[in-house]
């Protein structure tokens, strides 16, 4: 992998909780990838409520 690891090596180093980092921008790629996935999140469940409430709010008689 000549010096630098590829992305699926670098989930399981950091599963298996190899320290110290093996690339010094592991901890920081995974914590904007785990931030982004925590705004992804948030973002379609944000979405996924809105529609249940739109759903009910037309589904109620006048």
């Known amino acids: ?9 670098l989930f399981r180093d950091a599963l298996r ?3 110290p980092p093996l690339l010094p ?3 920081t790629f995974l914590r904007g990838l785990a931030l982004g996935a925590l705004v992804g999140a ?12 739109e759903r ?3 589904s ?3």
């Not at 948030?42 to 409430?53: F, Q, V």
Request: aromatic residues 4%.
């Open 25 to 27: 921008q592991s901890d």
């Open 17 to 19: 909780g190899a320290r």
């Open 42 to 53: 948030a973002i379609a469940g944000s979405t996924i409520w809105n529609t249940i409430r």
């Open 60 to 62: 109620k008689p006048s």
């Open 56 to 58: 009910r709010r037309r």
């Open 1 to 9: 992998m000549s010096g630098q690891r590829r992305v699926p090596q």
